[in-house]
């Protein structure tokens, strides 16, 4: 009876309907520029990237473990540097990515998770809302890589 709603919920994690997708915003990005922040701006695509991961880890563990531990604004939420270390952190990230993303997915499909049900060990949040802000936040932080990649003349 929910299929429809678990099925749009799942796309919305990576869909591309009236955005770039995060693959897209990623793709084809030299090496030299991921960290590099355009005059002004005030993070890099790395720095992007790798806040979309953290943050969409912390909300994932955050439904789905009730031993959740909150994590520290915004150390925890931020890279520590402005460019990855090496070619295989970036990966290594975009892969950490991807495996939150198929791991929400899974959960949402799950007909056993229930969407509407309060997450026990939250003050509140719903699972639905858990979702919805993993996809909302990492559009809103696709759209930023789009732009910072405009300015350094690497879009397009």
Same mark, same amino acid.
């Given at each position: 009876? =929910? #299929?429809p709603l678990r099925?749009?919920?799942? !796309?919305t994690l990576d869909w591309q309907e009236s955005h770039a997708r995060f693959d897209s915003a990623i793709a084809d990005l030299a090496p030299e520029l991921r960290g !590099?922040?355009? #005059?002004g701006a005030p993070h890099s695509v790395w720095e992007l990237v790798e806040h979309i991961r953290l943050a @969409?880890? =912390?909300?994932?563990?955050?439904?789905? =473990?009730? &031993?959740?531990? #909150?994590?520290?604004?915004p150390d925890d939420y931020w890279p520590s540097s402005?460019?990855? &270390?090496?070619? &295989?952190?970036w990966d290594e990230s975009v892969a950490g990515y991807h495996a939150d993303v198929d791991a929400f997915k899974a959960l949402v499909m799950d007909p056993d998770f229930d969407l509407f049900a !309060?997450?026990?060990w939250g003050s509140? @949040?719903?699972?639905?809302? #858990?979702?919805?802000?993993?996809? =909302?936040?990492?559009?809103?932080?696709?759209? @930023?890589i789009v732009l910072v990649r405009r300015l350094l003349g690497a879009w397009g």
């Amino acid at each position: 009876m =929910d #299929e429809p709603l678990r099925q749009l919920l799942a !796309k919305t994690l990576d869909w591309q309907e009236s955005h770039a997708r995060f693959d897209s915003a990623i793709a084809d990005l030299a090496p030299e520029l991921r960290g !590099k922040r355009p #005059e002004g701006a005030p993070h890099s695509v790395w720095e992007l990237v790798e806040h979309i991961r953290l943050a @969409q880890r =912390d909300i994932l563990d955050f439904t789905r =473990d009730e &031993s959740y531990q #909150e994590r520290r604004w915004p150390d925890d939420y931020w890279p520590s540097s402005q460019a990855p &270390s090496s070619s &295989s952190a970036w990966d290594e990230s975009v892969a950490g990515y991807h495996a939150d993303v198929d791991a929400f997915k899974a959960l949402v499909m799950d007909p056993d998770f229930d969407l509407f049900a !309060k997450v026990p060990w939250g003050s509140g @949040q719903t699972n639905i809302r #858990e979702v919805v802000l993993a996809a =909302d936040h990492t559009a809103y932080h696709v759209g @930023q890589i789009v732009l910072v990649r405009r300015l350094l003349g690497a879009w397009g």
